[in-house]
């Protein structure tokens, strides 16, 4: 109730103390910032994948600036020799407007990232989008099958058998590459698992499917029972570290991201930069009151 409160006074606060909160979980402004904070990550040994905020977009104009600002991005990764890849939502780039517009800037690029050897992720938006996400994946996968991955939601209840429907894309020269986490928007309770226990059981599901099925899996998390959980997994089915990697937020829950990489495992760290970074935190606070105890947090122990 206090943190439903506390969400929805938050996006008129002015946007100086909204930024106070914000400035933990985003690199900065400006693609120099993006750079530092991934250079800084790689070298404590962490890769990263580096996301333009913005979404959800108005007019196609936006989505022309925002497919040159990735391309410049993923120039400049390969020019820095950043240890690497690339998050987008294809909202940013008008999957809602049109959708051919949003693949040819999308499939710009992958072919980039391909071109230099690197890799793209398409994010999973909220449920009026998975089903043309996962055409787009399918379509790029097609020409690029070992530059473009996906994400699914555990708390979807379709996961299981969007994977399923999936595997007949799965290949041993190049495996299918999924993010695997809960899902960050508030769907109803005939599409997504609510209760947290029922997430967590499905995210095991999904997971063993795929290490069952020889994906590739970016174990997304910072739930230290998922990422226990994700270990004993690997340990008894034996997989081997090149199928899979965890992933974190930047900002989030450093000492368990500390913990994996310990332990040895590839840790990659979603690194979110750009102006649109009110949007993106008044909107993830609309959408996720629990994110509100966070923000408190972030205000007040330093
Ligand atoms: P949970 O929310 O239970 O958090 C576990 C613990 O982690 C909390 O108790 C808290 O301590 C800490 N924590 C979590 N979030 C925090 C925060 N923001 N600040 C401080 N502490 C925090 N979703 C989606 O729908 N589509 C997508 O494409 C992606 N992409 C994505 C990439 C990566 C790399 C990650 C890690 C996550 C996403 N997500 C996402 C978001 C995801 O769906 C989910 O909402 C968040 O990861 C929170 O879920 P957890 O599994 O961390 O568990």
């Known amino acids: ?50 996301d333009l ?22 120039s400049r990764f ?19 407007i049109n959708k051919n517009v949003c693949y040819n800037y999308i499939r710009e690029i992958v072919e980039l990232a391909a071109q230099n050897n690197s890799f793209v992720r398409i994010d999973m938006e909220d449920s009026q989008c998975i089903d043309m996400e996962i055409e787009l994946f399918r379509k790029l996968r097609a020409e690029f099958p070992g530059n473009v991955g996906l994400v699914l939601q555990a708390y979807m209840r379709r996961t299981l058998s969007d994977l399923e429907a999936l595997n007949d894309l799965n290949t041993t020269e190049n495996p299918i590459n999924f993010r695997l986490c809960k899902g960050i928007y508030v769907e109803p309770e005939n599409v997504a698992f609510k209760k947290y226990d029922e997430v967590r059981e499905h995210f095991m599901a999904d997971l063993k499917y795929m290490f069952e099925n020889k994906m590739y899996a970016g ?5 230290k029972y998922l990422v226990e959980e994700s270990m004993k997994l690997i340990r008894e089915m034996n997989i081997s570290k090149n199928m899979y990697e965890f992933q974190m937020l930047y900002g989030v829950t450093p000492e368990l991201r500390q913990m994996i990489v310990d332990n040895g495992h590839l840790m990659r760290v979603y690194v979110p930069y750009g102006k649109k970074w009110f949007n993106y935190s008044t909107r993830r606070l609309k959408e996720n009151p629990k994110m509100a105890q966070h923000i408190i947090k972030a205000l007040f122990i330093r």
């Not at 008129?12 to 750079?35: D, H, N």
């Not at 905020?53 to 993923?74: C, H, P, R, S």
């Not at 174990?219 to 739930?223: Q, V």
């Open 219 to 223: 174990i997304a998390t910072h739930d």
């Open 53 to 74: 905020l913005g979404e959800f977009i108005t007019t196609l104009n936006e989505a022309e600036d925002n497919k040159n600002q990735y391309m410049d991005i993923v």
């Open 1 to 50: 109730m206090l943190n439903k409160l506390i969400a929805n006074i938050l996006p008129y606060m002015p946007k100086k103390l909204i930024w106070v909160f914000s400035k933990r979980y985003i690199a900065g402004e400006t693609i120099e910032e993006g750079l530092l904070a991934s250079k800084l990550l790689n070298a404590k040994g962490i890769e990263v994948t580096i």
């Open 78 to 96: 390969t020019e820095e020799s950043i240890q690497g890849n690339f998050s987008l939502k294809p909202t940013m780039f008008g999957l809602l």
